[in-house]
Nanobody, 122 residues
Framework: QVQLVESGGGLVQAGGSLRLSCAAS????????MGWYRQAPGKQRELVAIIRSGGSTNYTDSVKGRFTISRDNAKNTVYLQMNSLKPEDTAVYYCNALVIRNALVLTPRPYWGQGTQVTVSS
């Protein structure tokens, strides 16, 4: 089994910062892409940012210049530094990882964390 555990959410005023962390553990051979998604009330889950194993990144337009995704491959951990937060960033943030569990089956499978609430007050 593979578990993803997120931390770092909370309540912050507009303009503030938060740092989310997500640690993957369990039966892991390697991890390809890791990413953060979010889901606001009444809306669909959307991609926020992804980071590939080689370090390349992609961001949704609304967070470019404010959020930074990074990862520590030795710790199987991905981070999301969120600066200049806005009320519209309020959502449950979910961590995602494409995991290869063993060298015999190289097709990666997606795993999700349980989600962490981020609330930005105006």
């Amino acid at each position: 089994q593979v578990q993803l555990v997120e931390s770092g959410g909370g309540l912050v005023q507009a303009g503030g910062s938060l740092r989310l962390s997500c640690a993957a553990s369990g039966s892991i051979f390697s991890i390809n892409t890791m990413g953060w998604y979010r889901q606001a009330p009444g809306k669909q889950r959307e991609l926020v940012a992804i980071i590939r194993s080689g370090g390349s990144t992609n961001y949704t337009d609304s967070v470019k210049g404010r959020f930074t995704i990074s990862r520590d491959n030795a710790k199987n951990t991905v981070y999301l530094q969120m600066n200049s937060l806005k009320p519209e960033d309020t959502a449950v943030y979910y961590c995602n990882a494409l995991v290869i569990r063993n060298a015999l089956v190289l097709t990666p499978r997606p795993y999700w964390g349980q989600g962490t609430q981020v609330t930005v007050s105006s």
